[in-house]
């Protein structure tokens, strides 16, 4: 089972079924092109993908859509991100995939308004990805200059392959963690899904 593989396996495997979706791979590779700091594809395309190829799945099954996190804290301006969306939109333009491109320097102009709580500035695209509800989500790739995969990974991948999906109360409010792994089962019914935690 490879949720009980040694780390350094773990991370083959992650590559092995990653790189059976020729989406997220296309999407690794244009990114990788466009020069932006920090970034890495992201959320459920990774973690997604995995669950799919676990489960006999084809391996975009499910996947609404591709995301990229950079960190560009030199220009926090709607318009210097709404410029990177649109370069990245004609690069994309023909993938059979929405590719959603965010700058995280920026959430937390926006997060509570939309989420109802408030964020601190993020200080990296990792501490971005560190605020996932879900401990399972917490998961970054991005292709190097010299080809090499960068994975973070900082909650590791075990969950990741075994199907489960475990709580991160540090800033996604509980109705958010619900809303999602609600989704998630009816999609992947295989899925172990861990409560909220109760209020200290």
């Known amino acids: 089972m490879t949720a009980r593989l040694p780390l350094?396996?773990?991370?083959?495997?992650?590559?092995?079924?990653?790189?059976?979706?020729?989406t997220l791979l296309?999407?690794?590779?244009?990114?990788?092109?466009?020069?932006?700091?920090?970034w890495y594809l992201t959320a459920g395309c990774l973690f997604q993908t995995v669950w799919n190829v676990v489960t006999g799945r084809p391996p975009t099954e499910g996947i609404k859509d591709y995301d990229v996190f950079y960190f560009d804290d030199g220009d926090l301006s709607w318009e210097a991100e709404d410029k990177v969306i649109r370069a990245a939109a004609d690069v994309f333009a023909d993938l059979p995939a929405e590719v959603e491109i965010r700058n995280e320097a920026r959430v937390h102009l926006w997060y509570e308004q939309k989420f109802g709580v408030p964020?601190?500035?993020?200080?990296?695209?990792?501490?971005?990805?560190?605020?996932?509800?879900?401990?399972?989500?917490c998961l970054g790739v991005r292709l190097e200059?010299?080809?090499?995969?960068?994975?973070?990974?900082?909650?590791g991948l075990s969950d990741v392959f075994g199907l489960v999906v475990r709580p991160n109360?540090?800033?996604?409010?509980?109705?958010?963690?619900?809303?999602?792994?609600?989704?998630?089962?009816?999609?992947?019914?295989?899925?172990?899904?861990?409560?909220?935690?109760?209020?200290?």
């Open 26 to 38: 296309e999407v690794l590779r244009r990114t990788a092109t466009l020069g932006l700091p920090g």
């Open 145 to 155: 200059p010299d080809g090499r995969w960068r994975v973070y990974a900082p909650h």
């Open 169 to 200: 109360p540090v800033l996604a409010p509980r109705a958010v963690y619900e809303a999602k792994t609600e989704h998630w089962r009816r999609q992947w019914p295989d899925l172990t899904v861990l409560e909220w935690p109760a209020a200290t």
């Open 8 to 22: 350094d396996e773990q991370l083959v495997a992650l590559r092995a079924a990653l790189s059976r979706n020729d």
């Open 119 to 137: 964020c601190a500035p993020y200080t990296s695209t990792e501490a971005a990805i560190d605020s996932f509800a879900a401990t399972t989500c």
